[in-house]
Each structure stands twice: as C-alpha cells, then as structure tokens.
C-alpha cells in the first residue's frame, strides 16, 4: 500500500469512527462502578473499610481536591487545547498537548474524578475498586480505540504508545 493510499484510509476511517468512540458506554459504567461501590461501603460488609482516622481522612479528602482540579485541566487540555476534531479529519494522530502527556487524556480525568470521589470516604475495599476500574478501562481502551488506532497509523502509533502512558498522565519518556 502506498503512503498516499494510506493517508487515504486513515483520513476516511477516522471519518467513519464516532468522535465518542466508545466513551459514552465507558464512562457510564465508571460511573456505575463508583456510584455502587460507594452505596455498598456505607450499606453492607464494607463499612468495615473505613478509616476513622482524622489525618488520613484530611489527607484523602486533600487528595481527592487535587485529583478533581487536575482532571478538570487534563479534561479541557484534551477536550479543546488539541484540536483533536481538525486533526482526525486532516488524517493525523495527536500526539502533542495534553496528549503528549497521556494517550486518553479525557478518559484519564473521568477516571480520575472516578478515584477520588472513591478515595473521598477513604474506605480501604473502595481503593480497590479503583485498580479494578483501571484495569478495566485499560482493557477496553486496548481492545476498541488502541486496536483501530494500531491499523491506522502502523508506523507511529507503537513509537507513540511507548512514549505515552494510557491512562495515567505523566511527563512523556524520551525514546
């Protein structure tokens, strides 16, 4: 396949997918995943997680402020600073701003408001449901977005993705 007729399919493909991908289905059952591990840690067997501690309580309750501050700023850097919209249709990856810094940056803050609301309450079964979400999500996003993206762009994406972490933002690694 030559470079112009893969620049075609790329720029037709990304046309096709829906700008959601599979985000609105995700974030919904992230949102159900939080929303019934905090009914169960006040309602059942898992209250026997809480802390009642005062410091670690101040400091998950601190902790959680700085994660839903720092979502809000990944989320509109991913959402409106990339220009992901332009990009996609001109058949190109996006590689810089909040992108450069994590490959899902708006999954990334809806995950991120996800753990603190969970680290909120500081209940030590709901900091497991955060590795649980994180891995699922994960898997999802390799398996849907990561997998059409790998088809798409077989020469920049595997350098992109060794560069990039997938859902935990972080100063991008130098190859």
């Known amino acids: 396949m030559s470079?112009?007729?893969l620049k075609n399919e790329q720029k037709e493909s990304l046309k096709q997918?829906?700008?959601?991908?599979i985000g609105p289905i995700l974030i919904a059952l992230l949102l159900v995943s939080t929303v019934l591990g905090l009914i169960f840690s006040t309602h059942s067997a898992l209250v026997a997680?809480?802390?009642e501690l005062a410091w670690p309580r101040i400091l998950a309750r601190t902790l959680s402020?700085?994660?839903i501050l720092y979502a809000l700023v990944l989320w509109t850097m991913g959402a409106f600073g990339a220009r992901i919209n332009a990009k996609a249709k001109a058949g190109e990856l996006v590689t810089t701003g909040a992108y450069a810094w994590?490959?899902?940056?708006?999954?990334?803050?809806?995950?991120?408001v996800s753990a603190a609301v969970l680290i909120w309450p500081l209940n030590l079964y709901?900091?497991?449901?955060?590795?649980f979400n994180w891995?699922?999500?994960?898997?999802?996003?390799?398996?849907?977005?990561?997998?059409?993206?790998r088809r798409l762009f077989p020469e920049t994406?595997?350098?992109?993705?060794k560069r990039t972490n997938r859902l935990l933002a972080m100063p991008p690694r130098r190859q």
């Open 135 to 149: 891995a699922f999500m994960s898997l999802i996003l390799k398996f849907t977005e990561e997998s059409t993206l």
């Open 157 to 161: 994406y595997p350098d992109y993705c």
């Open 17 to 21: 997918m829906s700008p959601w991908g």
């Open 49 to 51: 997680g809480r802390v």
């Open 102 to 112: 994590v490959r899902h940056p708006i999954y990334s803050a809806f995950f991120l």
């Open 65 to 67: 402020i700085v994660l």
């Open 126 to 131: 709901l900091l497991l449901l955060i590795l």
């Open 3 to 5: 470079q112009d007729d």
